[in-house]
């Protein structure tokens, strides 16, 4: 190992305790060397960890004491434009950030790039095309490593061509060009262990009250419904299923229907459908779980677990989501180039359901 010294080859003077100065401006790499007693060029490769650098420990110490106490920052943007790249990642989205449950996307995303050292910065574009334009043009200014482009509900989407100019992974979203990387929700595994908590209380008239908007989720949720009832054996019954708008009042809409069918549970396309379904059975005098034995799909905090009784419900794993999105962004995971990467929801089972008595 080296140690600084004069040209003339005497050992440098110890330098003097560093004070940290009063300044009008940022410490420079210069004060940094002057204060450690050697040369900005050792101070480089300490700053930069510089990988089989020949430093004397007790240099490298004294660079360090130095730049804690002269607070110097490295330029991020210098070391951006030599590396071609930085340790930041993008997340650009059309309305995550002012979705509550979906907001668990930034937060999955976040705490998996700063495991990996990487900081996320955050666009929100509410759908304004030339604000998402700008986004991903500041974004790929500021060399990320890649792209995170999500939306707030599952659906296909159009890539932007700006996007194609950095690694991207799409995130609750896909696209139908082949190759892309997309991580999306297990819509049919969902709709699978939405049926099976009711199957697993001895349930077999179920009826689901799917969607009427075209989308993923609907075709997804009643194909695993479906699947959960033939591999119980219950045949399928089309007039068990009944389709009402995803919302409140189309939950409250859907009770006439659902009494007369006779059925005495049912799965409903979303938490927001179940909580209407709630006020329209007690308006009739009927009891939860008892006269009707209720699942969900989302797991909507606010909702599913402060009514009364609380919702079984499925959760839609927003936060794993993002997670899988970085690891996949990043080569940790590796992604199908077939078809979108599909992320478990794992049930959440409450007091909505209840065996029934002759089972």
Not at 63 to 77: Q, S, T, W
Not at 322 to 333: E, F, K, M, N, S
Request: net charge negative; with cysteine; hydrophobic share 40%.
């Amino acid at each position: 190992m080296i140690s600084e010294t004069k040209s003339s080859g005497e050992p440098a003077p110890l330098p003097r305790p560093v004070q940290p100065p009063e300044r009008s401006h940022p410490a420079t790499l210069r004060e940094v060397a002057e204060a450690a007693g050697v040369s900005t060029a050792t101070v480089s490769l300490v700053v930069n960890r510089k990988k089989g650098a020949r430093i004397a420990e007790e240099t490298r110490q004294r660079v360090k004491d130095a730049i804690r106490a002269l607070g110097y920052r490295p330029n991020a943007m210098a070391k951006n434009l030599v590396s071609g790249t930085s340790r930041f990642i993008g997340l650009v989205a059309d309305g995550v950030a002012t979705t509550p449950f979906a907001g668990q996307i930034i937060h999955g995303a976040q705490d998996e790039a700063w495991k990996h050292g990487y900081a996320l910065l955050i666009a929100n574009t509410e759908g304004n095309t030339e604000l998402e334009q700008d986004a991903i043009a500041m974004m790929l200014e500021y060399k990320v490593r890649g792209i995170l482009y999500s939306t707030w509900f599952h659906r296909a989407t159009s890539i932007p061509e700006s996007l194609r100019e950095a690694e991207f992974v799409l995130v609750n979203c896909f696209s139908e060009e082949p190759g892309t990387r997309a991580v999306v929700p297990d819509e049919e595994q969902g709709g699978r262990s939405a049926t099976d908590i009711l199957v697993g209380h001895g349930h077999r008239r179920i009826a689901f009250i799917n969607a009427t908007i075209p989308a993923p989720a609907k075709d997804g949720r009643l194909k695993g419904y479906r699947d959960a009832l033939a591999a119980a054996g219950i045949p399928f019954d089309p007039e068990l299923v009944l389709e009402a708008y995803p919302d409140q009042e189309g939950g409250y809409r859907a009770t006439a229907g659902l009494l007369a069918r006779g059925a005495t549970a049912v799965y409903c396309y979303n938490d927001r459908m179940a909580m209407g379904l709630y006020d329209g059975l007690r308006e009739r005098g009927l009891s939860i779980p008892d006269d009707m034995a209720v699942v969900g799909f989302d797991n909507q905090e606010v909702i599913a677990a402060h009514l009364r009784p609380p919702l079984s419900t499925v959760s839609l794993p927003h936060y794993e989501l993002g997670a899988a999105g970085v690891r996949i962004l990043l080569g940790i995971d590796e992604a199908p180039a077939e078809a979108p990467t599909r992320i478990h929801c794992p049930p959440v089972e409450r007091t909505s359901v209840r065996a029934q008595a002759h089972a």
